[in-house]
């Protein structure tokens, strides 16, 4: 039996000073070059290691099928830095970008696999500022690492 996957969404939260060379390697494999960006990837053990990995320069958490759609609707883009529309989305066999929203939730398609789609989102930084230190863990009154379904929140201050 095969176990249900989870949609995850990490969120880059630190520039690119003091950080070891390996890490920068894992974010770039994540393709996560610059602060403020975000990509959505399932909770394979490959991503989860690359996550632990750079876990002092980002954060992650399980995100709601309401902010993958959000997250499309807003910061989705396509090929020459357009927006990603309902109409595109008809092309890839999806009525709508709630349907696309969806799919990715239940993992039936992979964001990053789709064609002349953006793999990442660029976001703002959190309207009111991160509430803790980005250096410090999250679960230690901090911003970095993994947060669970807290991201969700981050996210909303962030599209």
């Known amino acids: 039996m095969a176990e249900q996957r989870k949609c995850l969404v990490a969120v880059r939260i630190r520039g690119l000073s003091d950080i070891p060379q390996e890490t920068k390697d894992t974010l770039m494999m994540l393709r996560l070059t610059r602060n403020c960006h975000a990509t959505l990837l399932d909770d394979r053990p490959a991503y989860v290691g690359m996550l632990r990995k750079s876990k002092n320069c980002l954060t ?45 939730f239940n993992m039936e398609v992979e964001f990053s696999s789709l064609p002349e789609v953006k793999p990442v989102f660029r976001l703002r ?10 250096k410090k863990s999250y679960a230690a009154g901090g911003e970095a690492g993994y947060r669970g379904e807290a991201i969700n929140d981050l996210l909303k201050r962030m599209v």
């Open 125 to 134: 930084p959190p309207t009111k500022g991160f509430k803790g230190k980005i």
């Open 60 to 104: 992650w958490g399980e995100v709601s099928k309401e902010n993958i759609a959000l997250l499309l609707k807003k910061r989705g883009r396509i090929v020459g830095d357009k927006k990603l529309t309902d109409d595109y989305v008809k092309d890839l066999d999806y009525e709508s970008l709630d349907n696309l929203a969806e799919a990715i």
